[in-house]
């Protein structure tokens, strides 16, 4: 009998050169943003950071702020934005949805900042979209994989990604265990925003035959 496959999209390692060149989308951001505060003074502008810095997925959260701080040493070296030096603000939600949504308010109400990077929990991004769009701050998702935090229903939608998203990566993931050979296809998940948009990308398809979840 054919073993079932476990399909779990869960969180890889990921290279500080790679934040590095996503955080270059949000230059683009931020060179239209900035423009706004374009005086004759070298006031920086401000950049936030709203990731988990000290619980079980720090690490994720010191990734992105290395990369973060890698791009913006690079645009300051060479003169900033506008002439204006880039500054990083960097909050800790600790995957904490309401600490999220905290910072949001926070680091939206300083008067110098364009844009906001996210971390890597779907949950916490999700609970933040209502603060994030009343205030009007863009938000580059830097590993949150979820599709509704883009696919939002916000319009003007202030939201933008440069990671993968779950109604991409689930039916790679399905057609490469069916191509592997596999007929029945077992689906653990978590019970949260996350799990929930990975079922669906990876049921959308209707490729399996059988599944179950395993909570």
């Given at each position: 009998?054919?073993?079932w496959p476990i399909i779990v999209h869960g969180h890889k390692k990921i290279r500080f050169r790679c934040i590095k060149r996503c955080f270059a989308a949000a230059v683009a951001m931020t060179l239209i943003a900035a423009a706004a505060?374009?005086?004759?003074?070298?006031?920086?502008?401000?950049?936030?950071?709203?990731?988990?810095?000290?619980?079980?997925?720090?690490?994720?959260?010191?990734?992105?702020?290395?990369?973060?701080?890698?791009?913006?040493?690079?645009?300051?070296?060479?003169?900033?934005?506008?002439?204006?030096?880039?500054?990083?603000?960097?909050?800790?939600?600790?995957?904490?949805?309401?600490?999220?949504?905290?910072?949001?308010?926070?680091?939206?109400?300083?008067?110098?900042?364009?844009?906001?990077?996210?971390?890597?929990?779907?949950?916490?991004?999700?609970?933040?979209?209502?603060?994030?769009?009343?205030?009007?701050?863009?938000?580059?998702?830097?590993?949150?994989?979820?599709?509704?935090?883009?696919?939002?229903?916000?319009?003007?939608?202030?939201?933008?990604?440069?990671?993968?998203?779950?109604?991409?990566?689930?039916?790679?993931?399905?057609?490469?265990?069916?191509?592997?050979?596999?007929?029945?296809?077992?689906?653990?998940?978590?019970?949260?925003?996350?799990?929930?948009?990975?079922?669906?990308?990876?049921?959308?398809?209707?490729?399996?035959?059988?599944?179950?979840?395993?909570?």
């Open positions: 009998m054919r073993a505060f374009a005086v004759a003074d070298d006031r920086p502008v401000l950049i936030g950071l709203d990731a988990d810095m000290s619980s079980l997925s720090a690490k994720s959260g010191e990734a992105i702020r290395r990369g973060v701080v890698l791009a913006m040493d690079e645009i300051n070296s060479a003169g900033g934005v506008l002439g204006r030096p880039l500054k990083l603000m960097v909050r800790d939600h600790r995957g904490n949805p309401a600490r999220g949504r905290d910072n949001i308010e926070e680091l939206a109400a300083m008067a110098d900042l364009v844009a906001i990077v996210g971390g890597i929990h779907t949950p916490v991004a999700l609970y933040e979209l209502e603060t994030i769009h009343r205030a009007g701050v863009l938000y580059l998702g830097a590993w949150a994989a979820g599709t509704p935090i883009v696919d939002n229903g916000f319009d003007p939608n202030y939201v933008f990604r440069v990671s993968v998203r779950d109604s991409f990566a689930g039916p790679y993931l399905v057609a490469a265990a069916k191509r592997a050979g596999h007929e029945r296809l077992g689906l653990m998940l978590e019970r949260t925003g996350w799990g929930r948009s990975n079922e669906k990308a990876m049921l959308a398809p209707s490729p399996i035959r059988e599944w179950q979840v395993s909570a």
